[in-house]
């Protein structure tokens, strides 16, 4: 099974500042198209997720470019450049290689 | 606008079954992969299933495969979820996702609550 990993699980951020969240597979991401499938959520309290990143490092329409993506393989990166009040909310990444799996998500708040 | 609508959510006693439909507008339906995704209230979210545009093709998370069934009318412009053998543990929201770039997409509905439980 592919698994899968988050750190940190929770991250306390104060505003202005910037958000790192990581996310690690238990197997290479590349997809034999030579994409890697390695795709970044948020959910908001109370409301469905939200599609931010897909294919590692490419912004969905709407997504704010305080977001960005990063990485390769089996290890990769959401950052927040500068965390705003509405950055709260869960974050969750997925792969896309063996069907799709998501990560255990992190909580991001405000410190 | 794109419009995903779930519906067809409840209460179930396990060993049940449950059908879910998810009716979508705002885009060509017949064009697009789309995905079931469910989520345990407070928890993580879980990828289920998927299914190609012209339905001819469906996947399955182990976790549901030989109990749920994803189905598609182009025609109705709705998406399926049959679920059949429903445990205590399927109790979830579930959410219907258009598929794209690979994976579930930006698009998502508010979704549906199912509960199973005696």
């Known amino acids: 099974d592919l698994v899968m990993t988050q750190s940190p699980l929770s991250l306390a951020v104060a505003l202005g500042q910037p958000a790192s969240i990581s996310c690690r597979s238990s197997?290479?991401?590349?997809?034999?198209?030579?994409?890697?499938?390695l795709y970044w959520f948020q959910q908001r309290p109370g409301q469905p997720p939200r599609r931010l990143i897909y294919?590692?490092?490419n912004r969905d329409s709407g997504v704010p470019d305080r977001f960005s993506g990063s990485g390769a393989g089996t290890e990769f990166t959401l950052k927040i450049s500068r965390v705003e009040a509405e950055d709260v909310g869960v974050y969750y990444c997925?792969?896309?290689?063996?069907?799709?799996?998501f990560g255990p998500g992190t909580q991001l708040e405000i410190k | 606008e794109v419009y995903i609508v779930e519906s067809g959510g409840g209460l179930v006693q396990p060993g049940g079954s449950l059908r879910l439909s998810c009716a979508a507008s705002?885009?060509?339906?017949?064009?697009?992969?789309m995905h079931w995704v469910r989520q345990v209230p407070g928890k993580g979210l879980e990828w289920l299933s998927r299914?190609?545009?012209?339905?001819?093709?469906?996947w399955y998370a182990d976790s549901v495969e030989g109990r749920f069934t994803i189905s598609r009318d182009n025609a109705k412009n709705t998406l399926y979820l049959q679920m059949n053998s429903l445990r205590v543990d399927d109790t979830a929201v579930y959410y219907c996702?258009?598929?794209?770039?690979?994976?579930?997409?930006?698009?998502w509905g508010q979704g549906t609550l199912v509960t199973v439980s005696s």
């Open positions: 997925m792969q896309g290689v063996l069907l799709h799996t």
């Open positions: 299914i190609t545009n012209d339905g001819g093709t469906s």
């Open positions: 705002g885009f060509t339906f017949s064009g697009y992969w």
């Open positions: 197997q290479s991401l590349v997809h034999h198209n030579g994409n890697t499938q």
């Open positions: 996702v258009r598929g794209e770039e690979g994976g579930p997409g930006n698009f």
């Open positions: 294919q590692v490092s």
